[in-house]
């Protein structure tokens, strides 16, 4: 069956460190995209990081480059992001998403499975 359960969430000061990872079954990382989303409160959900097969490199928000690197353990079958000089912009629930093959677009329409989402706060 198909599963993705976030973790790693939590309070952190601005310009501090947050690992998230996506524990996910039932994808198979070299076939399949798998991304980052977030959605902070009175926004719409915004992809943050997408691992699109057969695309050199990921997709990174223009907000979150240079930051966040998101990558795969294909042994743990794990999604992480890693997130770096976190800002009080950062702050939202983010969310593991997957599809089986490539994403169609980036728009959260295109994935078709969801986790339940883990809370990032950052203060100032």
């Known amino acids: 069956p198909v599963q993705l359960a976030e973790s790693g969430g939590g309070s952190v000061q601005a310009g501090g460190s947050l690992r998230l990872s996506c524990k996910t079954s039932?994808?198979?990382?070299?076939?399949?995209?798998m991304g980052w989303f977030r959605q902070a409160p009175g926004k719409e959900r915004e992809a943050v990081a997408i691992?699109?097969?057969?695309?050199?490199?990921?997709y990174y928000a223009d907000s979150v480059k240079g930051r966040f690197t998101i990558s795969q353990d294909n042994a743990k079958s794990t999604l992480d992001l890693q997130m770096n000089s976190l800002k009080p912009e950062d702050s939202a629930v983010y969310y593991c998403?997957?599809?089986?093959?490539?994403?169609?677009?980036?728009?959260?329409?295109?994935?078709?499975?969801w986790g339940q989402g883990t809370q990032v706060n950052v203060s100032t």
């Open positions: 998403a997957g599809t089986w093959l490539q994403c169609n677009g980036l728009r959260k329409e295109f994935l078709a499975f």
């Open positions: 039932g994808f198979t990382f070299s076939n399949d995209c």
């Open positions: 691992i699109n097969p057969g695309r050199k490199s990921p």
